[in-house]
Structures are given as structure tokens and as C-alpha cells.
């Protein structure tokens, strides 16, 4: 079992920045090293989207169009940590964003799914001014 926790969420100005970070623990925490990791977000009244995704080892990341060019996800294993690295926000960025874990072989085997993570975060709200 891996738990995972975001934070660094809160209010920011129309082409500010922010950082996500997203830390994993429980009972196999250790085992986060061979799990990929997903960030997704969901606005009021919308279903939950697909942000970005990073290989187990940082090997391959994928990200959603909206947000290639503005985003970069990372991670740091020794740390059990995630991160994603938000500039240039808009106000359409305002969501809760959650990280998710997931065995997820490579960039296409659909690292945009919901249904391939196993593990998910309870959350973290972005808001966006313009």
C-alpha cells in the first residue's frame, strides 16, 4: 500500500508559478521507486483530467497539450517525493490537483488513463486570479 500526499497548492496571480509536491509513504513506501507517477486535475463541475506523467525512473514523461511548455513533472526517489512545476498559470489551470501511482511500463501505455493508477492523493486546490 502507498499513500500519497500533495501539497503546495493555494492562490496565484495569472502568469504566476507554483510547485506541486507529492510524497509518498505507507507500508511498501519503499516500493514507490517502480511505480510511475501521474498528476491530474479536476475543476469545478468537470470530470478529472490528465496533467502530465513520469516513468519510474524519470525515463519517459508525457504530458497533456494544455499544458506542454508551462508544466514539468519530476521526481526525486531517494525522497519518495514528485513534483510538478507549474509557470505561466491561467486562470483555466484552477482545479484540485492530485498525484496518482501507477505501474505503468512506458509513455504509451496510456499514462493518461485514470484506471491505471492504482494509488491516488487526496488532492491539493490551485485557484488561479486573472
Known amino acids: 500500500q502507498v499513500q500519497l500526499v500533495e501539497s503546495g497548492g493555494g492562490l496565484v496571480q495569472a502568469g504566476g508559478s507554483l510547485r506541486l509536491s507529492c510524497v509518498a509513504s505507507?507500508?511498501?513506501?519503499?516500493?514507490?521507486?517502480?511505480?510511475?507517477m501521474g498528476w491530474f486535475r479536476q475543476a469545478p463541475g468537470k470530470e478529472r483530467e490528465f496533467v502530465a506523467a513520469?516513468?519510474?525512473?524519470?525515463?519517459?514523461?508525457y504530458y497533456a497539450d494544455s499544458v506542454k511548455g508551462r508544466f514539468t513533472i519530476s521526481r526525486d526517489n531517494a525522497k519518495n517525493t514528485g513534483y510538478l512545476q507549474m509557470t505561466s498559470l491561467k486562470p483555466a489551470d484552477t482545479a484540485v490537483y492530485y498525484c496518482?501511482?501507477?505501474?505503468?511500463?512506458?509513455?504509451?501505455?496510456?499514462?493518461?488513463?485514470?484506471?491505471?493508477?492504482?494509488?491516488w492523493g487526496q488532492g491539493t486546490r490551485v485557484t488561479v486570479s486573472s
Open positions: 505507507g507500508r511498501t513506501f519503499i516500493s514507490y521507486g517502480i511505480y510511475s
Open positions: 513520469i516513468g519510474w525512473n524519470g525515463g519517459w514523461t
Open positions: 496518482a501511482a501507477g505501474r505503468i511500463a512506458t509513455a504509451n501505455s496510456h499514462p493518461d488513463h485514470t484506471s491505471n493508477y492504482a494509488y
